[in-house]
């Protein structure tokens, strides 16, 4: 089982920028897809991005096009959201969430896992952003 612990949440004004670090111990990552999900108080979880095993596939919410992009570094058994131009509306928390089984699913395009298929979450990140 692979243990995620994310890091580099925090307060920040409108427009400004985050990285958020999911760290991962006990197996390595490199053959897990993985995942950044955001909950805000009183609404469901969502996939926020997306990345599959290799790093090769990405996928983000439409929310969040332009503005976030995930990452990984396999070497580091580490994965990355870089957020940018972030609004109050992004306020919440993020989990990291890894995907051993599955790895998303390959057609036209790649689709991530969905969310009963992650097996590996972290313990959350909370994001402010103020106006």
């Known amino acids: 089982q692979v243990l995620l612990v994310e890091s580099g949440g925090g307060l920040v004004q409108a427009g400004g920028s985050l990285r958020l670090s999911c760290a991962a111990s006990?197996?390595?990552?490199?053959?897990?897809?993985m995942g950044w999900f955001r909950q805000a108080p009183g609404k469901e979880r969502e996939l926020v991005a997306a990345?599959?095993?290799?790093?090769?596939?990405?996928y983000y919410a439409d929310s969040v096009k332009g503005r976030f992009t995930i990452s990984r570094d396999n070497a580091k058994n580490t994965g990355y959201l870089q957020m940018n131009s972030l609004k109050p509306e992004d306020t919440a928390v993020y989990y990291c969430?890894?995907?051993?089984?599955?790895?998303?699913?390959?057609?036209?395009?790649?689709?991530?896992?969905?969310?009963?298929?992650?097996?590996?979450w972290g313990q959350g990140t909370q994001v402010t952003v103020s106006s």
């Open positions: 969430a890894a995907d051993g089984r599955y790895g998303g699913r390959y057609g036209s395009s790649w689709s991530p896992p969905r969310l009963h298929e992650y097996d590996a």
């Open positions: 990345i599959s095993w290799s790093g090769g596939s990405t």
């Open positions: 006990g197996r390595t990552l490199s053959s897990y897809a």
